[in-house]
């Protein structure tokens, strides 16, 4: 059974950097063809992907953050690490990983909602 | 403004066939699969449709996905009140360095 939960702060200052983990469980991250990814959500708005790493850590980035963006792994904890850095109220959103198969994100965490505010 | 075009909402009376489209270009849509998602109201998204038109374990056949060209489909026939959701289309996309794009995705409205 493949389980991911999210983990991180909450509230979070603009300007600073945030910090999610993903830990999974049901699943290795050194298996050929597995991933994980995140995908953010704003209250009320669609889904805009963020990142992903492969088992062979390839990384991918969105294009449009790739500049604040840093994901890695580590295959012994199960966990995989998202930093974005220089927060601002506009990244206020619910944040997800995902378990990826090849291209497919079929299995999702429950999200955490990280709030950007002084 | 979602790389993916979705209309932002759809609705049906239980019973009706419900199709929303999804519009991409050639390096998304026209040169990979696509998936789409369900969320319903106040939970993670669940892959729905995958490969186009495959449908995960547990995903009843009153779903189905197609692709032609640049766009793709997803249909539900059969339209129950449980059904009521946002449903996202997502693509692999081949330009700058391959990422994924997502759609803006639909309300569907059970009337």
């Known amino acids: 059974q493949i389980t991911l939960k999210e983990s991180g702060p909450t509230l979070v200052k603009p300007t600073q950097t945030l910090t999610l983990t993903c830990t999974f469980s049901?699943?290795?991250?050194?298996?050929?063809?597995?991933?994980v990814g995140w995908i953010r959500q704003p209250p009320g708005k669609a889904l805009e992907w963020l990142a992903l790493?492969?088992?062979?850590?390839?990384?991918r980035y969105s294009p449009s953050l790739k500049s604040r963006l840093t994901i890695t792994k580590d295959t012994s904890k199960n966990q995989v690490v998202l930093t974005m850095t220089n927060m601002d109220p506009v990244d206020t959103a619910t944040y997800y990983c995902?378990?990826?198969?090849?291209?497919?994100?079929?299995?999702w965490g429950q999200g955490t909602l990280v709030t950007v505010s002084s | 403004q979602s790389v993916l075009t979705q209309p932002p909402s759809a609705s049906g009376t239980p019973g009706q066939r419900v199709t929303i489209s999804c519009s991409g270009s050639?390096?998304?849509?026209?040169?990979?699969?696509v998936n789409w998602y369900q969320q319903l109201p106040g939970t993670a998204p669940k892959l729905l449709i995958y490969?186009?038109?495959q449908r995960p374990s547990g995903v009843p056949d009153r779903f189905s996905g197609s692709k032609s060209g640049t766009s793709a489909s997803l249909a539900i026939s059969g339209l129950q009140s449980e059904d009521e959701a946002d449903y996202y289309c997502?693509?692999?996309?081949?330009?700058?360095?391959?990422?994924?794009?997502f759609g803006g995705g639909t309300k569907l409205t059970v009337l």
């Open positions: 995902a378990h990826l198969e090849t291209v497919n994100l079929d299995y």
């Open positions: 490969s186009n038109n």
């Open positions: 049901g699943f290795s991250l050194s298996t050929s063809g597995v991933g």
């Open positions: 997502a693509a692999w996309d081949d330009s700058l360095n391959g990422h994924v794009v």
């Open positions: 790493i492969y088992w062979n850590d390839d990384k």
């Open positions: 050639s390096s998304n849509i026209g040169s990979n699969t």
